[in-house]
């Protein structure tokens, strides 16, 4: 009887550790769970990323949000960000003063901003497509149109 108990235990750690050794996990797939820390995105080959990157470094210091996200396309701005528990009480007011600042620090840039998680995980799943090199970057701007009218469809 012993010796089947270890068998059946020495069978079970096997069947354990074989599954999850080839695992591999995208990072849309923890976006809800975790911080992802994108790095900026730019659909457009002729617009500087460092702008991007400005833009996000303004949004990541309000202190009521934890997690963004921006894509640059060539006509739109796409901020979208994860609010902290203790503040989703507030997401609105979150929101139109995150819209007003972008919109006072840069007012030649035309910006969509959003809370939603959907277009949180939307915006994740482009940037994983625009790691890969058969997704051009006509592709990547028509989904950002997409996305951005997503926005205005949950609103």
């Known amino acids: 009887m012993n010796y089947i108990h270890r068998l059946i235990l020495f069978a079970c750690l096997i069947l354990l550790s074989s599954c999850n050794q080839h695992q591999q996990v995208k ?3 923890l976006a809800f ?3 992802t820390n994108l790095n900026a995105v ?8 460092d702008r991007v990157k400005e833009i996000k470094r303004d949004v990541s210091r309000v202190p009521e949000l934890y997690d963004v996200a921006v894509v640059e396309g060539e006509k739109n701005t796409l901020v979208v960000y994860k609010v902290k528990h203790m503040h989703r009480f507030r997401m609105k007011k979150i929101e139109k003063n995150v ?3 972008l919109e ?3 007012p030649n840039e035309k910006f969509t901003v959003s809370s939603d998680y959907k277009i949180f995980l939307e915006s994740v799943r482009l940037y994983e497509r625009m790691k890969t090199a058969k997704f051009s970057h006509q592709d990547a701007e028509k989904r950002l149109k997409e996305i951005v009218k997503m926005t205005k469809d949950t609103k």
Do not use: G, V
């Open 99 to 101: 819209t007003e600042m």
């Open 42 to 49: 730019i659909t457009d080959r002729n617009k500087s990323l």
């Open 104 to 106: 006072k620090k840069y």
């Open 27 to 29: 990072d849309s797939q």
């Open 33 to 35: 769970m975790k911080t």
